[in-house]
């Protein structure tokens, strides 16, 4: 912003961004809570920066900055608005409200990320993320990709858990070490485990470059008095060049010697920084004081290194990226999939809470947990190790694992397969009927329950149906799911023509309960 002329007062800049009502349904405000992630409020919505979504089903756009300290208004709680019309959608970023003299050149500094940022894998739906035991326990699926995202223990330096973020490979490392064919044909992928924003402080390299690494510049790094020198770590900035350098020049290491599949990415989201030696940090007027920004921009370009060095080595490469509660797009664009939901811990309880019934509604799901409307898949990790342990699974009963679980089948999405699910028999029943209906690799059209007019007009808090629809076999998954709260018959009435079937000739059966499924007609019935 550029005075045309000498001094000028400037009363207002507002930057607006009018989006169609129909795009602009959800929003996702980079809230680890959820309390503000879902459907768009008719009062909108306001907040301070941090990157914000807003969008429907299919895309979206999302707005970031890494500061606000050049704007001038006088009330952060108002940075960003967003501001249901008639027939419009309005995306506020206020950048000056309240009287500011310009008197010279003066910096805005932001940027958009329309979604999705890529198509998906053509293969997603043989994913089966998680705990390789665990998954071969529960599904006997053979045209699958085991996709191990936990595996530690392969640096050279590693935490008494395994933990790695020192990128050095240990002798562990060797050819064939992380891809495995199981006896059954079935493939295991390991996905190392990395933290970005931590190094091992006792190394040669952060000793010579530790003062460009570091998130904050006045901290002395102080080892914990008795701790093994293994443990310790410090934080670090991935926007630092000479950082990434470092990151790269060991994972060239492994990718050598071991040629794993990718990466797991943990404790790596955008961080406050004040480094000003590697671009990070605000310093303005006479103030000695450096302010702190948000690495957005740093972050990303250290994913994008990692993801380019992975796809060039292997093309089948995937970056697993653990995000929880914050959905930054720019950096998240890179992952082929985003592990989310370790927020939960705080939201799940042993009272009122034990399922997620009253934590994840559908809006919440579709704004965060869904994935087609971001590009990467988005895997849930299961949380109810808080609630529910697995040796309580007959006296509480199955039915929050079965609401969760029938939220990743009505969205066409994925889970973390993992002990952190306390019951494995409704796991069991659901990847049987997948298997026998061959889901991974079938080509089944899904039609969500937000598009579908195949079944009469169904009240979101009573009944939503998705399907899967594949044309070469003439047949159709129906994912029914009773929302009311309570036990009752479902009655669907259906049209042959939009599902594209002839349902008079078919059959119909229960795949995952002993629950009759009648099929009269077109009327579709499951008695309670």
């Known amino acids: ?41 008719p009062d909108g919505w306001a907040g301070p920066l941090r990157p914000l979504w807003l969008g429907n089903e299919t895309g979206g756009l999302q707005f970031f900055a890494e500061s606000s300290l050049a704007w001038k208004t006088d009330n952060r709680q108002k940075e960003l608005e967003v501001a249901p019309a008639k027939e419009e959608t309005l995306l506020k970023v206020n950048l000056i409200n309240t009287p500011f003299l310009l008197e010279a050149a003066h910096t805005f500094a932001f940027g958009f990320e329309a979604t999705p940022v890529k198509p998906p894998a053509a293969d997603y739906r043989r994913w089966r993320i998680g705990n390789s035991d665990y998954v071969t ?37 060797t050819p064939g070490s992380f891809d495995v064919s199981l006896a059954d044909g079935r493939k295991t992928f390991s996905f190392p485990y990395f933290q970005l924003c931590q190094t091992w402080a006792e190394s040669e390299e952060f000793q010579q470059f530790g003062d460009e690494w570091l998130t904050n510049i006045r901290e002395v790094y102080s080892p914990p008095p008795g701790s093994p020198k293994n443990e310790h770590n410090i934080t670090v900035c991935p926007a630092a060049r000479s950082f990434q350098d470092f990151v790269l020049w060991g994972m060239n290491q492994l990718q050598s010697q071991a040629k794993p599949r990718g990466y797991y990415l943990d404790v790596s989201h955008p961080g406050a920084c004040n480094n000003l030696h590697h671009g990070c940090g605000h310093a303005s007027g006479n103030s000695a004081a450096v302010q702190t920004t948000l690495n957005i921009l740093g972050t990303r370009e250290m994913v994008k290194r990692l993801y380019v060095h992975l796809k060039n080595g292997r093309p089948d490469g995937m970056i697993i990226y653990h995000s929880s509660g914050q959905i930054c797009m720019p950096v998240l664009g890179f992952a082929d999939i985003i592990v989310d939901g370790e927020n939960f811990n705080s939201l799940l309880d042993r009272k009122q809470n034990r399922g997620y019934e009253n934590v994840l509604g559908l809006a ?15 895997a849930l990790l299961p949380e109810f190790g808080r609630s529910i342990q697995r040796d309580e699974a007959a006296k509480v009963g199955p039915q929050h694992e079965e609401y969760l679980l029938g939220l990743i089948l009505l969205h066409d999405s994925q889970i973390w397969l993992c002990t952190y699910l ?38 979101d808090n009573e009944t939503v149906v998705s399907f899967y629809v594949d044309r070469t076999k003439k047949r159709a998954l129906a994912v029914v799911m009773n929302l009311s709260g309570k036990e009752r018959s479902i009655r669907l009435s259906m049209n042959s023509q939009r599902i594209g079937l002839d349902l008079s000739k078919g059959k119909v059966t229960n795949a995952c309960h002993s629950e009759p499924a009648i099929l009269s007609g077109d009327v579709l019935t499951l008695d309670k």
Not at 364 to 378: D, L, Q, S, W
Request: aromatic residues 12%.
């Open 364 to 378: 919440a799901y579709r704004a965060e947990y869904m994935g087609h409307n971001f590009g990467p898949k988005v």
């Open 137 to 173: 326990s529960v599904t006997s699926e053979k045209e699958i990709d085991i996709l191990q995202t936990w595996c530690t223990g392969w640096g050279k330096v590693c935490n008494a858990s395994g933990e790695v973020s020192y990128p050095i490979p240990g002798p562990r490392c």
């Open 1 to 41: 912003l550029t005075p045309s002329r000498g001094k000028m007062k400037i009363q207002s800049l507002i930057m607006t961004i009018p989006l169609k009502k129909e795009w602009a349904t959800l929003i996702n405000a980079y809230d680890y809570s959820l309390r503000e992630t879902g459907a768009v409020r």
């Open 422 to 459: 306390y019951d494995d028999e409704p796991v069991k029943r659901l990847y049987q009927a997948l298997a026998r209906y061959k889901l991974a690799t079938a080509p089944y059209e899904f039609i969500p329950y937000w598009k579908q007019t195949i079944t009469q007009p169904l009240s």
